[in-house]
């Protein structure tokens, strides 16, 4: 069920998702340091990105995932109202599994954008700690097929103004918003609870080959 999440997404899981994200993308107030977090971000990206050894370029992506991404606060967002169910071994079990997985996910898709260079268009504030920051293909060439394609980056800033990468996105759709349908509903058809937190667990490491 969890190799889903590689594939396209189907109909009714992207009208879940586009629903989702509009209520995100309510606008607010243009935040200008998120939006230089991830123009860094992007920067320090990019010439990882153009890496042709695919081993270099899984490496660097996974450094800046390691760096930027907040997996903690992904893990528990992902699992929803059953992230409070988890016992203290699950979580132990869970989190090492789900950064891997996650972090897989994420080599698989930023290495399909090597070549673009992405520059930060926007931003919004849901709250102080809870931005949306737009980017875009800079100067895309002729019939690039991105070039209308909006990412989204969905920054966490704590309460020191430290900031993170919570979310990624494009033209809408949210990896950790899809996620959570996929992982919600892998517990849900399990049993529930601990039954099925494990049953997903047993999942995360079939996939990840832990």
């Known amino acids: 069920m969890l190799n889903a999440f590689k594939r396209t997404i ?9 629903v989702a994200a509009a209520a995100i993308a309510t606008p607010a107030a243009a935040d200008e340091a998120a939006e230089s977090f991830v123009q860094n971000v992007l920067n320090e990206a990019e010439p990882i ?3 042709e050894d695919q ?4 490496e660097g992506i996974e450094s800046l995932v390691d760096k930027y991404v907040n997996m903690r606060r992904v893990g528990f967002f992902v699992l929803g109202q059953y992230a409070r169910q988890m016992t203290d071994a699950q979580k132990e079990e869970y989190f090492p599994l789900f950064e891997e997985y996650a972090t897989r996910i994420y080599q698989n898709t930023m290495s399909n954008y090597s070549g673009q260079k992405l520059v930060v268009t926007g931003s919004n504030d849901r709250s102080e700690r809870d931005i949306i920051v737009n980017s875009q293909v800079a100067e ?3 019939g690039d097929g991105l070039s209308d394609t909006i990412f989204h980056w969905r920054i966490y800033r704590n309460s020191d103004g430290e900031m993170s ?3 990624a996105g494009a033209n809408g759709v949210w990896l950790a918003i899809e996620q959570q349908s996929q992982f919600k509903s892998v517990i849900a ?3 529930g609870g601990e039954t099925g937190i494990q049953v997903l667990i047993d ?3 079939e996939q990840v080959g832990g």
């Open 10 to 18: 189907t109909k009714s899981a992207l009208t879940f998702v586009l």
């Open 140 to 142: 895309p060439g002729t």
């Open 203 to 205: 999942q995360l490491r």
């Open 55 to 58: 081993a270099a370029l899984f």
């Open 49 to 51: 990105l153009e890496l």
């Open 189 to 191: 058809n399990n049993g």
């Open 165 to 167: 990468v919570f979310d």
